[in-house]
């Protein structure tokens, strides 16, 4: 996929970038061991962690705002459900759905 670079999105193939990289896959990590049943990423960006999240749960939404990110995550990943979300609102999920759910380094 290539790479979308903001200030949150950073590469772990690029060694510049790898020690950001490695911070921010932490938390995914630390996660990995909490999560289950159906869980929502708020703002999964590239994907970081979803290798981390997958099987961890029954089942997996992702939803970011970058369309074309969303659209490579798509192949990448059937079995998660990939949603375009502009936050906020929060919108087009039913009340009660979510076992879980994840935010890092959306809001700052």
Not at 72 to 97: D, G, M
Request: proline share 6%; glycine share 6%; hydrophobic share 45%.
């Amino acid at each position: 996929m290539a790479s979308v670079f903001t200030t949150e999105i950073t590469s772990g193939s690029i060694p510049s970038d790898n020690p950001i990289h490695q911070r921010l896959l932490k938390a995914y990590v630390w996660a990995a061991d909490l999560v289950s049943g159906h869980t929502l990423e708020v703002g999964c960006g590239e994907g970081r962690g979803l290798d981390l999240l997958l099987p961890r749960v029954t089942a997996l939404t992702a939803i970011d705002k970058l369309t074309n990110v969303i659209g490579e995550l798509r192949k990448r990943y059937p079995s998660i459900t990939f949603i375009y979300v502009f936050l906020p609102p929060l919108r087009n999920l039913a009340v009660n759905s979510f076992d879980c759910v994840l935010s890092f380094q959306v809001i700052e």
